[in-house]
């Protein structure tokens, strides 16, 4: 035993060359598509309409879905890898992927057959949009504390309730949204609330104020307002009153991606500063010469690599179904995004003034990479896991 992991065998991070032809096809249209308009994102804080629609021709909206349910299959790692790439260039681009992830994950996971060719498979072939509306002002950590609420009548559900911080709200087609449909129990604080899919005409339903947040330029998210909103019994997406389980189990899934948005931003601005540090003279020598720029870009490359690794080995464990990955998606995601923020900051450093320089495009990662730490589970929140994770898995105890 390889505590906690059962055996070595566990370490092993199963890449292929397919995974290195299809990094190397997305990388073309990153490097055509996607790099030369990151200003143009930046100053009106939209990805155009054409590259969006590329992105769906290309099928990476389908990525991590079966092909059953019209997506190009590949789990885990291949999204990771996509996920990687864009960011590298656009990473808000990568969030409008991922959210449309978060609507198709939990159905995936949980719903019934006719959810996922009716949902899933518009949203994989790119021809729709999804959104995750969970957060609440009541607090996005304290899933279990959801005020939202969702009354039974006449084979309907009606909800009630506001959401928060939802990206791509404004455009989804779908919605999964939580509600408490029952009180929670004593016992079972978490008990008592149902996911539920919502399509956008539905009466009610309102997309409310956009937040403007640091970084993600491109993909602001939405407040989601639920008035009297009344749902079919049939759109309930797994148990009903089991809701946070459908909810922290899409977030095991979903937060490898975080982690290789993150990669994708640590790659992208150590390329920059490897670049610059090359470049730049002062006192008669290179940047590079200097020994307390060798060191930065040292530090840099290897936290860079421990996150990738890190990242790699999550998803290799997801897609081979092995309950691990829990803990391994949490350790990549706090490593990885913790990484992205403090290798863009050092990559803002070694460009000097040009680095707090909006138009040299360095500082808009180190802005990213901030939001990377706080959704999907704050880094707080992935700490908590790692501990609770490596306990029940190492002493079969819960805490
Ligand atoms: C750009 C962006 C996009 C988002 N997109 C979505 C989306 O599409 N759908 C969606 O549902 N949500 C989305 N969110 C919400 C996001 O998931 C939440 O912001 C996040 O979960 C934190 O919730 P909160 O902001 O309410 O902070 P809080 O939960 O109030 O936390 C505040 C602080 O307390 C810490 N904390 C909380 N609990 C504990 C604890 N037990 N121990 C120690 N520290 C703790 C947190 O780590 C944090 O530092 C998005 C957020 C952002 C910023």
Redo the contacts with the bound molecule.
Sequence with gaps: MVFPFMSVEDFKINLSEEHEIFRKSVREFVESKLMPIWQEVEQTNKIPEEVLKEAAELGFFGVGIPEEYGGQGGGQLLTAILTEEVSRAIPSLAVTIG?NH?FAVPVLLYGTEEQKRKYVTPIARGEARG?????EPS????VAGIQSKARKENGHYVINGR?V????AADADYLVVSARTSPPREDKRWWGITVFIVEKDTPGLKIGQQFR?MG?RGEQ?YEVVLEDVRVPEENIVGPINEGFKVIVSTYDHTRIGIAAQAVGIAQATFEKALNYALQRELFGQRLIEFEMIIEKLADMYMKLEAARLLTYWAASLADEGKREFIVAASLAKAFATETAEWVARQAIQIHGGYGVDVETGVERYLRDAI?TT?????N??QR?TIVRQLVRQAFGLKI
Excluded: R
């Design positions: 959210v978060l959104a995750h509306a969970n957060t607090g996005g950590s304290d959401k911080f939802i990206s791509g947040v993600m998210p939001i706080i959704y999907e589970g704050t707080e929140i908590l």
